[in-house]
């Protein structure tokens, strides 16, 4: 259940309305406004410089807005913020610990802070950091202390964990283990504010994120609905097991364009596209071979939305 | 947040102070070191008419005891707390349920722990060792230090508030601390200087504080100029600090 102070139950657990926040004459946020249900995973994704650290320092409360209203559990961030430190575990980039305390007294020492703290043992299992407990921070390699900043994030149990670039600097394989934690974490209902430029973790993690160019939301779907909107749908390939006339799929209502690439039918429209151009195939004998989906990635999605942005708004993307 | 996450945080650094060997050699190695000196020195047991009937030991107690609390609250205090900020300790606390304030605190408490522990070292063994006089006017004694802490901390605390980089705190540290040893009589004690000298040094904190405990050891309450002076930079600097300290 969402903390409230009003007596009512958001259906949201982060809400942000039109969000500003400029330093000087340089508006690194401008209008942002999204929200987060409970338990899901949010992606904040965009370029460089695009305002997605901004945004996320506001929401938990490290910076003051401009203009606009933040909500999270029903709280503001600013003068809520000793309620929201023990409900909402945060891991930011660049920002160390003292280097002559060891693993297990840091972890030890933030553990203290909350009042329903996680279970040591079993966050530093999942991350790899087992045998490291009684080195010095200064001793540990980039990556060593990426995971022990995730880990500081979500030794309080939080309800929510809001993680900045949480896998920078990490091998593929512990950025792998990191992922698994943070699925299982977020299978126990914890509400996760991802801001990442990664792809392959944004597409994996994510249930919907949102993209940032500028200070403003491009876009904000599902990982794979911002592949759509990027292509303006879906994308089916396949082999066909004889030729067919291109006007037989364009008739249909799911097709927009059918186009060719060697032997290689591309057919790109929305809905139930696959359904719709097997069967239409089928009806005149003709075989669909080596059916594929949406084979281009997010990444490439997110440069033609940025693009696309851009272009509308007359601004270098 | 649970009562004894201030007392882990104090812990931790506490823990950092006794692995920095360069700290406490400061703090309790080398005041010791010099008192052991100054208490061998033959020349410097012979009692002196220019100094009132005492040795230049015993002018130079009381200046071993500012000394310590000038090395842990201009210099140690200070660069702990620059770097914190500096590396994005702080910032990173200001996340959690633990307010970075508590880590200043507790770097007050360690400094100030240390600083007692040194004095203590000092007094204790040159009463049993070197002869010096213990403190006649004991009341008086306890309000000079406590004073002179107060304000020379302060001035550590304002350098934390204001500097940026370790190194430009390391740098005005350095500044501060001989000039302010000097007026505490370090090179030339107060009963040698000038009056006018004496007098000047007299409104700086380490001459209020030389001052103030001198006249407590050797038992007159110490003066109300020493005392209004060492306050007076508490309030001042201490004020100052709270308002201008930037946690990131």
Redesign the interface.
Known sequence: MAVVLDGTVPAAVIEVERLRKAYGSTVAVDDVSFSVGAGEIFGVLGPNGAGKTTTVECV?G?RASDRGSIRVMGLDPIRDR?KL??L?G?Q?Q?????G??RVG?IL???R????DAADVGELVGSLGLSDKLGDYYRSLSGGQRQRLSVM?ALI?NPRVAVLDEMTTGLDPQARRETWELIEAISDRGVTILLVTHFMEEAERLCDRAALIDHGRIVALDTPAGLIAQARGGKQVTFTPSAPFDDGLLLALPEVRTVAHDGSVVVVTGTGELVNAVILALYDRGVVARDVALDSSTLEEALLTLTERAADQSGVPA | ??P??FG??VL?EA??AW??PRVLFLSLGLPTLLLIVFGELPAFQRHKATLGGLTEFNEYVPILIAMVMVLLGLLSLPSALVS?RE???L??L?????PPSDVLAAQIVVNLALALVSMAIIVIAGIAAFGETAPKDAGGFVLAIVLSLAAIFSIGLLIAALVRTSGAAQAISTIFFFPLLFFGGLWVPRAQMSAGLRDISGYTPMGAAVQAVQYSIQGTFPPATALLTLAGYTVVLGFLATRYFKWE
């Open positions: 938990i490290l000793e430190h023990q909402v945060v930011l660049a920002s160390a610990l003292p002559k305390l007294e030890d020492l933030y203290s802070f909350y009042r500081l309080g | 947040m649970p004894a996450a882990k945080i931790n823990r950092l692995r920095a914190y590396q994005g300790i910032r990173r200001s996340t959690t349920p633990a």
